[in-house]
């Protein structure tokens, strides 16, 4: 009687831990198969509102004019002793190659203009709030615009932002 009640526990015991065993397997296939096709579900919703965040598409004539990176020190905050600089690279969007080759020709005009905008900012200015940049590219197009003394460039690309 003993020897049948030491059966049980043993049958009963192997039978948990087969059960354990395989509780655990599934819950690894399960993580393994079903948690990659969760994540890419979701990383492609993000993709997706990324792509339509860019309201400017090149079209026709349009030429984009790559301007060499600019690192420039920027305004401090509260008047601390902090100084900050940006590292900003820029592509303007002109309407053809005529107006490609005026931008190319007064790039000392288009990297001044850059400079004064810049050079007044804060970190918080730019980096502030989502619209700060939309701003910022519009500030920086009137500024060249202007000191150029016609309408030259139609939008501006900030291809690589670093602020330190």
Known sequence: MAKEKSEKKKKRWILWVLILLL????????????????????????????????????????????????VINLTNEDGSNNTRYAQITLSLLVANSEQKAKAKKNVAVIRDSVINVIRQKTASDILGSADSLAGLKNQLRDTINKSYGAKIVEDVFITDLVIQ
Do not use: D, R, W
């Open 23 to 70: 509780v655990a397997i599934s819950g690894g296939v399960v993580g393994t198969v079903v948690t990659p096709k969760i994540m890419s579900a979701l990383n492609s919703k993000k993709t997706t509102t990324v792509k339509h965040h860019s309201k400017t598409v090149v079209s026709g004539k349009q030429q984009i004019v790559p301007v060499k990176k600019f």
